[in-house]
């Protein structure tokens, strides 16, 4: 069924289809019983696969990446198609349109995609009030539901979890590279009361020379102003980890191993979107017309990894959150077994729909 809705939805503009149709999920799932009847259809409520990564509870370990949801305006319907997680932004101090479109295509011979969004985003201070309207909204259905004792099952017990949510963030493009750290901070701050982890992206290849914050001297400052914010809240810290590229060079990348083990840094997101055009079946004629942008989707998968492995080899403690070419269960296992705790889909949900976190965690738990 997916992939007839599919092929008609990939004969128009992929970023008009995207808010298409999570706006067209938002109305259905006022309709009531809607979001019950999503979660019944696509939700693995599997107790197995529950998992506790750095102080946190992830009800299973397939989460969706940045960049799909990046206000924070669809939380609730992408609850109910049964992420573990949900990882919003990536969010700036203030509100930006990004780059000039189009700026997402489609490479369907690759079951890939190309973006040069550019962070486009609400801004910190409405992306802050939506977290925080959804989680009083969501504290007062739990409180509802608990009154009329409906969570006596445990798919019930599940389902009434709390959605981890991560906060993704970034400088503005008009923020000279050495007063980023500061377009950090201000998200971190405006931020850190309404999600449960954050995710520090200096590896986006679609703001000019933000590539060059993952030098080490750059990124340092950055990640140990963090880290010292981090350390004055009273209630706790909150889990900080980089989101990497899967273009540097290994060199590069035992640097920033050695930085984050020394900031005490929680993990890693492998990887962000690659600059390279290897080995694609799509005409390079076509991959002129759609010019610069980050490449996502199976071709990125045996990079992304080779970096895994790579990273997990050096013994380091970090946790790894893989992202990169996840289509089925087998492909998340591969992912798994090269090092990571956690993972990330995105184009995949693009091109297998909303069935695949069912199918992933399926086949999870089938190699529990």
């Known amino acids: 069924m997916y992939k007839l809705l599919r092929n008609i939805l990939f004969l128009f503009d992929p970023e008009q289809v995207h808010y298409f149709s999570m706006n067209f999920m938002r109305f259905f799932c006022k309709i009531p019983f809607a979001n019950n009847w999503l979660s019944k259809q696509y939700a693995a409520d599997i107790i197995q696969l529950e998992k506790k990564v750095f102080g946190l509870t992830f009800k ?42 189009p700026r ?94 954050f995710v520090v992206n200096v590896s986006s290849p679609n ?37 990497i590229s899967p273009d540097l060079e290994r060199e590069a990348i035992k640097d920033i191993i050695e930085l984050c083990t020394e900031i005490n840094l929680e993990g890693l997101v492998v990887s962000n979107t690659t600059i390279s055009r290897e080995n694609l079946q799509t005409p390079n004629n076509e991959l002129q017309k759609t010019g610069d942008g980050g490449l996502s989707g199976k071709p990125l998968i045996n990079k992304s990894n080779d970096l895994v492995k790579f990273i997990h080899g050096l013994n380091n403690g970090l946790i ?17 077994n090269s090092g990571c705790t956690l993972l990330q889909v995105w184009t995949g949900f693009i091109y297998e729909g909303p069935a695949i976190i069912k199918k992933i965690c399926r086949t999870l738990i089938n190699n529990h």
């Open 60 to 101: 299973n370990p397939v989460g969706l990446g940045a960049g799909f949801d990046k206000n924070a305006k669809y939380l609730s319907e992408l609850e109910a198609l049964g992420f573990g997680f949900i990882e919003i932004g990536t969010v700036t101090p203030l509100p930006q349109n990004g780059n000039n479109k």
């Open 104 to 197: 997402l295509f489609r490479l369907p011979k690759d079951k890939a995609l190309i973006n040069r969004m550019g962070f486009n985003n609400d801004g910190v201070v409405l992306v802050a009030k939506r977290l925080r309207e959804w989680r009083e909204t969501a504290s007062g259905e739990k409180r509802v539901a608990s009154s009329e004792k409906q969570i006596a099952s445990s798919s019930k017990r599940v389902a009434s979890r709390k959605l981890i949510i991560g906060g993704n963030i970034g400088k503005n493009k008009s923020t000279p590279n050495d007063e980023a750290w500061k377009d950090y901070e201000t998200c971190f701050r405006g931020l850190f009361d309404h999600v449960d982890y």
């Open 207 to 243: 703001t000019p020379g933000l590539r060059e914050l993952q030098q080490k001297d750059s990124l340092k400052k950055i990640l140990l102003n963090l880290q010292n914010i981090n350390e004055e809240y009273k209630d706790g810290c909150k889990p900080i980890l980089l989101k």
């Open 320 to 336: 790894i959150i893989g992202s990169g070419g996840i289509f089925t269960g087998d492909d998340a296992i591969e992912k798994i």
